[in-house]
Structure formats: C-alpha cells, structure tokens
C-alpha cells in the first residue's frame, strides 16, 4: 500500500498518508486521507479496513464460516467440538474413530484435524492412521490460541494425494490474485499446508471456469457478509469442482507471489491501487443489497 501510494502521491495532491513504525514490529501501521473525505483508513498487520471487525471474526472462524454457508458454498463435510468439553482425549479420539469405521460417514483417512482459528497451519494435521490420532488431538485441545473448537474435516484427494489447492485473494467479490503451489519438486515440511513447503513454485490460475467459481463464491460473501477482502484456501477436484477449506480476512503470502511469480509484481500493483481508489472514493466494505439468486453447485 505504501508502494501504491508512493506511485500515485504526484497525480493526487488530495492524497496523504502517515506512516509509523513500532520498533518491534516488521509492518508499519499506515493510515491514509483524502481531503474530500474525511474518514480514515488505517492498514494495520493482519487487518484493512475494509472489513467491518464482525465480518473478520466471521471470516477467521473457521466453524461459522462452514455452519453458515456449507449449504450454499460447497465445502468439505466438518464437524466441530468443544476443545474444553468434558470428553477425554481418548473419548474423543474413539468417537472419531467410530465415525472413520462407519461405511456411511463422510469421514475416512486420511482426515484432518485443526483449530477453529489461526493461520499459516499452526496444529492442522493430515491424520493418515489412527495412531496419529491421539497427538493431533491433544496438540488442538492444549492450544488456547487458537480458537475454542476442534475441528474434524473430510479429506479432499484420491490415492494420488490431495486434489490441487489453490489460493485465492479477492477484492469487492471478484479473485484479483489467483495461485496454484506446485509442490513436484517440493520437500514435505512440518506444516499441513503444502503452500508452505521448501522448493512449492507459485503459478498463475488462468483457467476462466476456476476463476468464475471463485468469483461466486467471493460475491457471495462480498454481498451477503460484508467481506470485502478476503483469502481462501480452496481445492479443486478432478471433477472441476472448487471446494473452500477455510478463509482469512488477513492472507498472507503476498511476498512470495511478488517474488516467485513472473508478474507477481503486476498482480500486486494492481490489487493495492484498486484497494487506493476504493480509498479516494469513500467506499465501505459493507454492502446494502444482499445478492439475489446466486447459487452455488
């Protein structure tokens, strides 16, 4: 934002922006104005303003983002429980293991196991077997940063591993970066999330069907929840489908998509000046007209 607004100062005098930096903190807070409004907009680490603070709690939560649109957005069966429920984690893990067993559940391994809350995979594990269980469960329960709920969630992959994931950033309902990690080359590393392993090459997503159902999907939330900006972490099966596996109102990664993609640099520019005219402009992230018809299949 700061490179947007460098960029633009000279073309709009009207334009002012502070920038001030904690000692102790890598982000600077920067805070934008314009003459003709007299609102603020202050990008902070982790947060834009173009998000109401309800509508980030809801995009962060993992479980209500899935109780409240698993009908209409297509996303991997889950099911959530209290991480300070009264069951034992050897309860728990037998409960989850009777569901794996049964023909007519969802669930089977491998299966994944994560917090209601929090990022870059911290305590999401791909359970493969049912030793793994017990671990994953206790890791999730005894972490209190993250959420108070233990998720379960259906994998979503064949015997060749786990369909392409794919990471999308979206502005005002519509994917402005789009990203596949291609991880052939890559080493396996502690965390979950394959965007994250050592020698994951960045690529471009072009392919209009993915796109336009991302676009669904964001306009769904744009209009209907206030999310004006938002990531997500999203599966795409060999079917063509496009799953959601969580969303976050803060994603992050933006400087390996400048940095290993060949027109990361473009993507970002025109992200931060589309984000610098809704700025100049006064245009909030909520929406006064919810959408009508949109259905996702």
């Known amino acids: 934002m700061i490179d947007a607004w460098r960029a633009h100062k000279d073309e709009d005098p009207d334009l002012k922006a502070q920038i001030h930096r904690e000692p102790l903190f890598e982000s600077p807070e920067v805070t934008f104005q314009f003459a003709q409004n007299s609102q603020d907009y202050r990008f902070i680490f982790g947060k834009t303003p173009f998000n109401s603070d309800d509508t980030n709690s809801f995009i962060n939560n993992k479980w209500a983002l899935y109780e409240t649109l698993h009908d209409s957005i297509p996303f991997p069966h889950t099911e959530a429980m209290a991480k300070k429920s009264d069951q034992s984690h050897d309860n728990i893990r037998d409960s989850i293991t009777a569901k794996i067993n049964d023909p007519e559940h969802p669930f089977s391994l491998p299966i994944i196991l994560k917090p209601n809350s929090g990022s870059l995979s911290v305590n999401v594990f791909v359970v493969e077997d049912e030793e793994q269980l017990l671990p994953a469960i206790k890791a999730i329960r005894e972490d209190s940063d993250h959420g108070d709920q233990l998720l379960v969630q259906q994998y979503l992959g064949d015997e060749n591993g786990p369909f392409q994931e794919i990471r999308a950033i979206c502005l005002d309902g519509k994917g402005a ?90 993507l970002i520019d025109d992200l931060t000046n589309r984000m610098l005219e809704k700025i100049k402009h006064g245009q909030d992230a909520q929406s006064d007209s919810p959408s009508e018809g949109l259905s996702l299949h």
Request: glycine letters at 8%; hydrophobic letters at 40%.
């Open 177 to 266: 970066i789009v990203f596949e990690k291609n991880t052939d080359n890559a080493t396996r590393g502690v965390l979950a999330n394959p965007i994250y392993w050592d020698g994951a090459i960045p690529k471009e997503i072009t392919d209009p069907d993915i796109l336009q159902q991302i676009d669904d999907i964001a306009t769904r939330l744009h209009n209907d929840h206030g999310a004006s900006y938002v990531g997500f972490d999203l599966m795409h099966d060999n079917e063509g489908r496009i799953w959601v596996l969580e969303a976050n109102a803060a994603p992050m990664g933006l400087e390996k998509v400048e940095r290993e993609m060949p027109n990361g640099r473009h």
